[in-house]
């Protein structure tokens, strides 16, 4: 079954590569705050907050899915030294030194207006932690991403990694 599930997956990524991307990241952050809420914060059905799983699910199929899908295309497109550990070095640095502030910077944002919140404020309290938090863990995961995994899975990849970023996210969001 996970066999021709992802044979599946692979014959929508050829022919609608970007909206199979976008209807990724949706679920799956919206799976990342499903996590959020019922496992660490243990709120139970009853108290679950389905317009902040919602937001997630909109930001993720909207925003960071194909925007993600376009910055990895574009570092394997433009980001290409002479060997290839440089270039899983160059692009990991990419990543994390451009890709990664200015994406925390529009989730933050991003969820403070749809909660009818103050971005600048969200952005002073919560971007620095946030963006030291994604040092700890996406570096390592970048590189076994740029390394490891053909264009077409790596925003997958991401994705599934993200479940428990995106869980952390959703949480300091919520805090």
Not at 38 to 48: D, F, N, T
Not at 78 to 96: E, F, G, H, I, Y
Request: overall charge positive; aromatic content about 14%; hydrophobic content about 50%.
């Amino acid at each position: 079954m996970v066999v021709s599930l992802f044979r599946w997956y692979n014959g929508r990524l050829a022919a609608r590569p970007l909206l199979t991307q976008a209807v990724t990241t949706s679920i799956l952050f919206a799976t990342g705050d499903i996590t959020a809420q019922q496992l660490v914060e243990r709120r139970g059905l009853e108290k679950h907050d389905l317009t902040r799983t919602g937001r997630m699910a909109l930001y993720g199929g909207f925003v960071f899915g194909p925007v993600a899908t376009t910055w990895f295309n574009f570092l394997a497109r433009r980001v290409n030294p002479s060997n290839k550990r440089l270039t899983t070095m160059a692009r990991v640095a990419c990543d994390q030194l451009a890709f990664a502030p200015v994406m925390i910077g529009v989730f933050l944002s991003s969820m403070a207006t749809m909660e009818g919140g103050s971005p600048k404020h969200k952005l002073e309290i919560t971007w620095w932690p946030a963006l030291k938090a994604n040092w700890m863990v996406w570096p390592f995961v970048q590189m076994v991403n740029f390394t490891f995994l053909p264009l077409q899975h790596r925003v997958l990849f991401a994705n599934v990694v993200s479940i428990g970023w995106n869980s952390y996210l959703s949480w300091v969001n919520n805090q």
